[in-house]
């Protein structure tokens, strides 16, 4: 039987982490528990779940930050940044969709967004969430208060945890606070298509926009067996493969480099600009890797195989056109080909095969969906180099000595081999 503890303020968190320190009692930390999945199970049959601590504590338009309790579900968030026609500017897709565990739109925390570090098609241009983390407040594995940076973009207060806490998936403290720089929404956005079948001409058609001085925001390609999920119709009456390239700003602007971008995009295909009203809904397809989301109907045991393999956007073409033919799956490409998602149907993982591949251009794959039978037999976080290994173990060391936060969510109890 599985215990849960439920903190509602901060100093019950740590009054249940000192309770788990001393009692040697490993925890399981989530908020929603939408990402779950996510990642290798946890080792431990107690639950600290942090959904109970919610709200948005302050919230000041004028000064571009946000501040909630890690609980707090990303719709309220969301809905709240929308009123005053504001966004968080790195775009987070819809990952419990992607993982089958829940397809409602936002589903999740504000936490456990900054946790696993999501990011959509802006990265290119503004990074990574935890590029947008102003500071947080957390419980560490020893069940001592600590907290880095504060509520203004020039603060100096601490080290930059807050970067060595996004991506940690709860392994180094529980965060009970964060706060996030927000951003204006664009005076406008607007999307060119670039007819395309091949994902290495793809790939020269994304380092091409990217290179120019047009100031692309984002730029994704997909095949044509995909992009009847787009629900854009421009997209499936063109019938083919696609590249988008989307740019932002003001409306003069967007207006003279969508023109621009048309013309130094003509030599490697039909180009065609995307309706306004259709750009959003486009990009957030791709944020969410919509074509890859499982049927409502598909169990975790039986959705396909997804890998999200990272590398450099020069290569992208290039290594998709390889992982399509060793693996026989499709492909999207999004960050301007620096991000490849991989969906393979069928019970090989090609784990092997497809970390080999990456790792020719100093890439890296992290396996996002699989059964979690296959996700207790091999790797699915990208195996660290020795020398990065021994870093990380004397980090988590000085957080969590006792190993109490989110045993084995980064590695399995016992790795078996990459070959499955």
Same mark, same amino acid.
């Given at each position: 039987?599985?215990?849960?503890?439920?903190?509602?303020?901060?100093?019950?968190?740590?009054?249940?982490?000192?309770?788990?320190?001393?009692?040697?009692?490993?925890?399981?930390?989530?908020?929603?528990?939408?990402?779950?999945?996510?990642?290798?199970?946890?080792?431990?049959?107690?639950?600290?779940?942090?959904?109970?601590?919610?709200?948005?504590?302050?919230?000041?338009?004028?000064?571009?930050?946000?501040?909630?309790?890690?609980?707090?579900?990303?719709?309220?968030?969301?809905?709240?940044?929308?009123?005053?026609?504001?966004?968080?500017?790195?775009?987070?897709?819809?990952?419990?969709?992607?993982?089958?565990?829940?397809?409602? /739109?936002?589903?999740?925390?504000?936490?456990?967004?900054?946790? /696993?570090?999501?990011?959509?098609?802006?990265?290119?241009?503004?990074?990574?969430?935890?590029?947008?983390?102003?500071?947080?407040?957390?419980?560490?594995?020893?069940?001592?208060?600590?907290?880095?940076?504060?509520?203004?973009?020039?603060?100096?207060?601490?080290?930059?945890?807050?970067?060595?806490?996004?991506?940690?998936?709860?392994? &180094?403290?529980?965060?009970?606070?964060? /706060?996030?720089?927000?951003?204006?929404?664009?005076?406008?956005?607007?999307?060119?298509?670039?007819?395309?079948?091949?994902?290495?001409?793809?790939?020269?058609?994304?380092?091409?926009?990217?290179?120019?001085?047009?100031?692309?925001?984002?730029?994704?390609?997909?095949?044509?067996?995909?992009?009847?999920?787009?629900?854009?119709?421009?997209?499936?009456?063109?019938?083919?493969?696609?590249?988008?390239?989307?740019?932002?700003?003001?409306?003069?602007?967007?207006?003279?480099?969508?023109?621009?971008?048309?013309?130094?995009?003509?030599?490697?295909?039909?180009?065609?600009?995307?309706?306004?009203?259709?750009?959003?809904?486009?990009?957030?397809?791709?944020?969410?890797?919509?074509?890859?989301?499982?049927?409502?109907?598909?169990?975790?045991?039986?959705?396909?195989? &997804?890998?999200?393999?990272?590398?450099?956007?020069?290569?992208?073409?290039?290594?998709?056109?390889?992982?399509?033919?060793?693996?026989?799956?499709?492909?999207?490409?999004?960050?301007?080909?620096?991000?490849?998602?991989?969906?393979?149907?069928? &019970?090989?993982?090609?784990?092997?095969?497809?970390?080999?591949?990456?790792? /020719?251009?100093?890439?890296?794959?992290?396996?996002?969906?699989?059964?979690?039978?296959?996700?207790?037999?091999?790797?699915?976080?990208?195996?660290?180099?020795?020398?990065?290994?021994?870093?990380?173990?004397?980090?988590?060391?000085?957080?969590?000595?006792?190993?109490?936060?989110?045993?084995?969510?980064?590695?399995?109890?016992?790795?078996?081999?990459?070959?499955?």
């Amino acid at each position: 039987m599985v215990d849960i503890l439920t903190p509602t303020t901060p100093d019950q968190l740590r009054e249940a982490v000192g309770w788990a320190l001393g009692a040697k009692t490993p925890l399981e930390v989530i908020g929603s528990g939408s990402k779950r999945s996510f990642g290798h199970a946890v080792q431990a049959d107690t639950v600290l779940d942090c959904s109970a601590l919610s709200g948005i504590l302050f919230y000041q338009p004028e000064e571009l930050v946000i501040s909630a309790r890690v609980g707090t579900p990303l719709a309220d968030i969301k809905a709240a940044l929308a009123e005053k026609n504001q966004q968080f500017h790195f775009e987070p897709g819809n990952f419990p969709a992607l993982l089958g565990d829940g397809a409602a /739109t936002d589903a999740g925390t504000i936490g456990g967004l900054v946790a /696993t570090n999501i990011a959509g098609p802006r990265r290119i241009k503004v990074g990574a969430a935890r590029d947008h983390v102003l500071g947080f407040e957390a419980i560490s594995g020893r069940a001592e208060d600590f907290k880095s940076g504060g509520r203004v973009m020039k603060n100096v207060t601490g080290f930059d945890l807050s970067k060595l806490m996004a991506g940690s998936f709860g392994t &180094l403290g529980v965060m009970h606070t964060v /706060t996030l720089k927000v951003m204006p929404c664009d005076e406008q956005s607007a999307t060119i298509l670039v007819t395309c079948d091949d994902p290495k001409t793809a790939g020269t058609i994304m380092t091409a926009a990217l290179g120019s001085e047009n100031e692309v925001s984002a730029a994704a390609w997909i095949s044509s067996a995909d992009i009847t999920s787009l629900d854009v119709p421009l997209a499936l009456e063109i019938g083919s493969g696609l590249v988008a390239v989307r740019v932002e700003g003001p409306t003069p602007s967007v207006a003279w480099r969508i023109d621009a971008l048309c013309k130094h995009l003509a030599q490697y295909g039909e180009t065609r600009p995307l309706a306004e009203s259709y750009s959003q809904r486009l990009w957030q397809c791709v944020a969410d890797v919509k074509p890859f989301i499982p049927a409502a109907d598909a169990s975790a045991d039986n959705a396909s195989l &997804l890998w999200r393999v990272s590398v450099p956007p020069a290569s992208g073409g290039e290594i998709a056109a390889r992982l399509m033919d060793v693996t026989g799956g499709r492909v999207i490409m999004d960050w301007a080909g620096g991000l490849i998602w991989l969906q393979i149907n069928g &019970l090989d993982a090609f784990a092997q095969q497809v970390r080999d591949i990456a790792m /020719t251009v100093d890439g890296q794959a992290v396996l996002v969906r699989a059964p979690a039978s296959m996700r207790q037999r091999i790797s699915v976080f990208h195996p660290e180099n020795p020398a990065l290994a021994r870093i990380n173990a004397k980090i988590k060391d000085n957080f969590d000595p006792e190993g109490i936060l989110n045993p084995g969510r980064l590695a399995p109890s016992s790795t078996m081999g990459e070959g499955a």
